[in-house]
């Protein structure tokens, strides 16, 4: 089992080729994975200008806006066209399809979540009030406003804003408990996914 702790803010930014913001890993799964070998992968992004989204073939997305305006996110094939403007709702799309983003008002920063079609899937949840998260071998809290209490099997941990967990290994199960209720956290579950289903 591995927990590993984390502030958005201790995490190293990393500027995109293009010039248009910058990403800043929480992690990747396998460790040290190119952008073609991961599994999984979660990162904070900050989008500091007008421009297109990188293209990942056979990997699904999940973004989530965490701060400022937002932006447009339209393909180029016309089938999306999606104002990402209302905080912690999150929007899934292909990542091989071509996407160019507008910005709306100003920067804005973003949680991302990716996984590799064949061998993984997530679910992104917003949580606002006290609960339970079902068991998962792998996962991501991140806690976006307010103070949170996140109780495992044998360990307990504190969350403040801007900061947050990933886990990996023996199937986990958290007790989640803000400190009021406007506290917001983000529960990203990671499952592996049935290479048998559908094979005769």
């Given at each position: 089992m591995t927990i590993t702790p984390f502030a958005v803010a201790?995490?190293?930014?990393?500027?995109w080729k293009n010039?248009?913001?910058e990403t800043r890993e929480i992690v990747c799964q396998p460790a040290g994975a190119g952008a073609d070998a991961f599994g999984w992968r979660a990162s904070i992004a900050t989008i500091a200008r007008d421009g297109a989204f990188s293209i990942f073939p056979?990997?699904?997305?999940?973004?989530v806006l965490l701060r400022?305006?937002?932006v447009r996110l339209r393909s180029t094939d016309g089938l999306i066209d999606h104002r990402l403007d209302a905080p912690l709702t999150p929007f899934a799309f292909a990542g091989e399809v071509e996407i160019d983003a507008e910005?709306?008002?100003g920067a804005c920063q973003d949680l991302n979540v990716m996984t590799r079609r064949d061998g993984w899937r997530s679910e992104v949840r917003v949580v606002r009030h006290e609960q339970n998260l079902a068991a998962s071998d792998q996962g991501l809290l991140l806690a976006v406003d307010g103070d949170w209490r996140a109780e495992g099997v044998a360990q307990n941990f504190q969350l403040t804003s801007g900061s947050g967990l990933w886990w990996q290994g023996q199937t986990r199960c958290w007790s989640l408990q803000p400190s009021d209720n406007q506290a917001a956290l983000l529960a990203v579950v990671i499952d592996a996914v049935d290479r048998e289903v559908g094979l005769a």
């Open positions: 201790d995490l190293a930014p990393s500027p010039g248009g913001g056979d990997v699904d997305r999940v973004t400022g305006a937002g910005l709306l008002e």
